[in-house]
């Protein structure tokens, strides 16, 4: 009897020992995530990253209505083969926060395709122009360290002074003034280092004519004004992927 038990069990034993090896369980694939509206594609040939602070984040807009994303769709329609990787960019990041909390994003990134917009936070923190220059060179050389064979391309600071809300910042005229030196001081270094600038300061000095180009915060631009950037910004990416 004893025996007979002993002979089930180990039979049993066996086939499950046998179910197991040929039935293995099956495991739910972990989908791809990607912070992005647009759909990944890591094979792509150009792996975008934007920098920045509210305006590459784009507060107040949907993701797919900041300018990084529709720039990467309009590239694609251009028969670019691009992602549009983690956008590290935040409100109130100033040069420092950028150094300090977005380039270890880009290191561990496979980016080659990089935009660059900072500053606005250094201007309203009260950041003089001098100190500014030595912040935005250290993260245009920071950058290029970090990925040294990326192409690079900047953006000016747009004239927030003149949105319905910019008056709560203090003199449209004194912030307008810096503003200006800060975006100088931008060409000036990004040309030592033959970075591409594209200057969108012009488009922001609609806003104060035009307040559809504006969220509802009166402040940070609208998905239309994101537009009038991507159309500006689209052939100098063109012409650095080319």
Not at 112 to 130: A, H, P, W
Not at 208 to 215: A, V
């Amino acid at each position: 009897m004893h025996k007979n038990l002993l002979s089930i069990i180990l039979v049993i034993v066996v086939l499950i020992i046998v179910a197991i090896l040929l039935f293995p369980k099956k495991s739910n694939p972990v989908p791809k995530t990607n912070s992005q509206t647009l759909p990944g594609d890591s094979a792509a040939t150009v792996q975008y990253m934007p920098l920045g602070d509210s305006y590459t984040i784009g507060e107040g807009v949907r993701e797919q209505d900041r300018f990084p994303n529709q720039l990467t769709t309009r590239l694609r329609e251009k028969g670019y083969s691009i992602e549009l990787l983690n956008n590290p960019s935040r409100t109130g990041y100033t040069t420092l926060d950028l150094i300090e909390r977005e380039l270890p994003v880009l290191k561990n990134s496979n980016a080659n395709l990089i935009s660059l917009l900072i500053g606005v936070n250094d201007q309203v923190r009260g950041t003089d122009t001098e100190t500014f220059r030595a912040r935005f060179i250290s993260v245009l050389d920071k950058v290029k360290a970090t990925k040294p064979q990326a192409r690079i391309f900047i953006l000016t600071i747009p004239n927030y002074s003149l949105t319905p809300s910019g008056k709560k910042f203090g003199d449209s005229a004194k912030n307008t003034e810096e503003l200006t030196v800060y975006n100088k001081i931008i060409n000036e270094e990004a040309r030592k280092k033959n970075i591409p600038v594209v200057d969108i300061w012009e488009i922001s000095q609609s806003v104060s004519d035009t307040p559809s180009l504006t969220t509802e915060d009166g402040l940070h631009p609208s998905a239309k004004h994101y537009t009038l950037w991507a159309d500006k910004i689209l052939p100098t990416a063109e012409s650095i992927l080319r």
